[in-house]
């Protein structure tokens, strides 16, 4: 089977930076995203690891360790508009190819 | 391009009542997905379809039935409502890359602004 977790919730201040962390047991692991989701909206992407390492996107870096089941979100700079749930997905080899299991989500405030 | 779109945008049913979630995509997208969102639970994939005529179940597909006749369409169907499957649903839809006969790797998901569906 296929397992996710992160935290519920985190609280940080403006300005600041913050870690995600993921956590994830699966059976043919293809690659992991990382999705912003903000109250009432849709998921919007916000980055892919395939391979061991950090990939970084502006204030946005994500990183992977495959050995240790093991992603981070790190968000730098955090703005206000950051305040929303980051949900982590996983996708893994099904019937006809690759789908995607995501965690709970981590609820993120930022506080002024 | 209006990328997804979903409607209704909201719904309320009475628990026995059937009803189809519409789901559309002008992306050219082969793999297209449904998900139902429930608090402290995450996204949960009840179908998705990797092409027109090819659909297969995900991890809580009981009660729902789906098709994909078109490429840009693919339809929800509740068959029988009941207050268990009251929650938010999501389609997604995402290019698919052929790796090898018969199995696709999908990429980014885009997603449409989902449904809030109440089963009283």
């Known amino acids: 089977g296929q397992n996710i977790d992160q935290p519920t919730e985190m609280t940080a201040t403006e300005g600041a930076i913050v870690q995600i962390n993921c956590t994830y047991q699966?059976?043919?692991?293809?690659?992991l995203f990382w999705y912003q989701q903000h109250a009432g909206e849709a998921p919007t992407f916000l980055s892919y690891?395939?391979?061991?390492g950090l990939e970084e996107k502006g204030r946005f870096s994500s990183f992977l360790s495959r050995s240790k089941g093991y992603s981070y979100l790190l968000l730098k700079e955090l703005q206000m508009k950051d305040s929303a749930s980051y949900l982590c997905?996983?996708?893994?080899?099904?019937?006809?190819?690759?789908?995607?299991?995501f965690g709970p989500g981590t609820r993120l405030s930022v506080l002024p | 391009n209006a990328g997804v779109t979903q409607t209704p945008k909201f719904q309320v049913l009475k628990t026995g009542q059937s009803m189809t979630l519409q789901c559309a995509q002008d992306?050219?997208?082969?793999?297209m997905s449904w998900y139902r969102q429930d608090p402290g639970m995450g996204l949960r994939l009840i179908h998705y379809?990797?092409?027109?005529?090819?659909?297969d179940q995900g991890e809580v597909p009981n009660g729902y039935n789906v098709s994909r006749s078109t490429t840009e369409d693919f339809p929800l169907r509740l068959l029988s409502a009941a207050p268990s499957q009251t929650s938010v649903y999501f389609c997604?839809?995402?290019?698919?890359?052929?790796?090898?006969?018969?199995?696709?790797?999908?990429?980014?998901?885009?997603f449409g602004p989902g449904t809030r569906l109440t089963v009283l």
């Open positions: 997604a839809s995402s290019y698919s890359i052929l790796v090898r006969e018969g199995r696709y790797v999908a990429d980014t998901q885009y």
């Open positions: 699966t059976s043919g692991f293809n690659g």
């Open positions: 690891n395939v391979l061991d």
């Open positions: 997905a996983v996708t893994h080899s099904d019937n006809y190819g690759q789908n995607f299991v």
């Open positions: 992306m050219n997208h082969e793999y």
């Open positions: 379809s990797v092409g027109a005529g090819i659909t």
